[in-house]
């Protein structure tokens, strides 16, 4: 079984950026694409970005394209994502998550998460 850890949330002012990390353990990492959510408060989690097992190929929620970057090293089987010129309604608990294909083709691939990180963008 995955087990996922995130770490790098805080609180940062609006145009202020933030680089969010996601150590996992527990199984062959850079064979599965790996995916980022976020879920504000009385809203449902949502899609952010996702990366293939290579890092060859990337998906963005139309909110955060041009903004976020997704990146996975391997060799330290870390998944990161660096968030750039945050808006207060980036406000929300970012969460890793572990897909179960080399590439993503929608949210159902992923089946483990982790406990989230929360992100706070004040104006």
């Known amino acids: 079984q995955v087990q996922l850890v995130e770490s790098g949330g805080g609180l940062v002012q609006a145009g202020g950026s933030l680089r969010l990390s996601c150590a996992t353990s527990g199984r062959t990492f850079s064979n599965y694409a790996m995916g980022w959510f976020r879920q504000a408060p009385g809203k449902e989690r949502d899609f952010i970005a996702a990366?293939?097992?290579?890092?060859?190929?990337?998906y963005y929620a139309d909110s955060v394209n041009g903004r976020f970057t997704i990146s996975r090293d391997n060799a330290k089987n870390t998944v990161y994502l660096q968030m750039n010129s945050l808006k207060p309604e980036d406000t929300a608990v970012y969460y890793c998550a572990a897909g179960s294909r080399r590439y993503y083709s929608g949210s159902s691939d992923f089946g483990s998460w982790g406990q989230g990180t929360q992100v706070t963008v004040s104006s």
């Open positions: 990366i293939s097992w290579s890092g060859s190929s990337t």
